[in-house]
């Protein structure tokens, strides 16, 4: 079984109004400013303003994103599709840091929701698109600046865990809304490059992000008897938990050993009258 089949499997043992519903219209994209326009009105619909997301896994499944997580592979970065023709599902890596998780769900998302035409990279708009729903215009211009002549590594740094969006995303972010020039845009990436930080940014790494609706939805049916423990079981893709099996041998070997140690040890048999002053009793 799937893991989305998993969970549609858990989600029909409950009202509809605990699923999750996902409103958001398939937004038409001309140019890359109109991905950005998407993804500000995303976060005008779901009550965001411009402040940082912290939980962009939660936001998602709050508002019926199916969000999988799988190993990572070569070749894979993320996937995106419309299960049954109706929910939308992404699906990222699991071993990732979590600037880089957090930059693909919203990839994803763009890849769901904006109707590209042929003419533009569906690649780009849909980074575009990414970009701007973690670290909308106005934020950008709050914490940059309107100009800027060059960045400092540091300040990125403080950015990208304030917003859990990478250095590097920071960085186009403010080229694409004209903060900084072209030229030290490349020279940034150029400087990026020969540190080897590409893939792997100084400090320490954003926080995995990781779904927790399914896993929440199964605990509460596990507890209110809507499926069987080892269905549960199966479900959460385990082995069904058994209690361990304790031989005779092994019972009639601790007794032995429990008898030899009273023989040695003296004290042990020795029973002193306890201060029973400070407890309380029924009476009192």
Known sequence: MSALEKHFLVESLFPEDRRGAFSVQLAPVETLEDAEKAAETIREIWGLGIEPIDNLTALFEDHGVKVIMVPSRPGFDGFSCWANGSIPAVVCPSDVPGDRQRFTLAHELGHLILDVPEHLDREKVAHRFAGALLAPK???????GCKRSRL??????????EYNLSMQAWARRAFDLGVITERTWRAFCRYVSRMKWRK????DQVREEAPLRFSLLL???????????????MLRGGPARKRPVISEES???AAESMVEEYKANKE???FTTSNTE?????DK
């Open 278 to 282: 400070d407890i309380p009793t029924d």
């Open 152 to 161: 400092a590594v540091d300040e990125l740094m403080i950015l990208k865990h």
């Open 219 to 233: 605990c509460q049916a596990l507890a209110e008897d809507l499926v069987s423990p080892s269905t549960a079981s």
């Open 200 to 203: 792997d940014e100084p400090g």
């Open 268 to 270: 042990l048999l020795v």
């Open 251 to 253: 019972l009639r070997s």
């Open 138 to 144: 106005g934020a950008v211009l709050r914490e940059l």
